[in-house]
């Protein structure tokens, strides 16, 4: 899975008859240093089961501030 799109396109055509794990998570805020990325509420609102989140919490300088950011955004 790349990005929201393909979330979409497999829930729609499976429902959850799979689990869906979305990598390429970055907030809004932090940089972009892939080609596809996705937010986290839109990977969720499309159907996301799972968010895979490196480099955007382990380089940022405040972890768990990403984190709260990331928490609130899907809540």
Known sequence: MY???EVATLRKEFG???TLVVP???PRTTNHDQKMVTT???AVSKGADYL???RA???AD???EVVDEIVKSIS
């Open 57 to 59: 919490i382990t380089e």
């Open 52 to 54: 895979v989140v490196g």
């Open 40 to 42: 986290p509420a839109e």
């Open 62 to 64: 405040n972890p768990e």
């Open 3 to 5: 990005s929201e799109v």
């Open 16 to 18: 959850d008859r799979f």
């Open 24 to 26: 390429g998570i970055r």
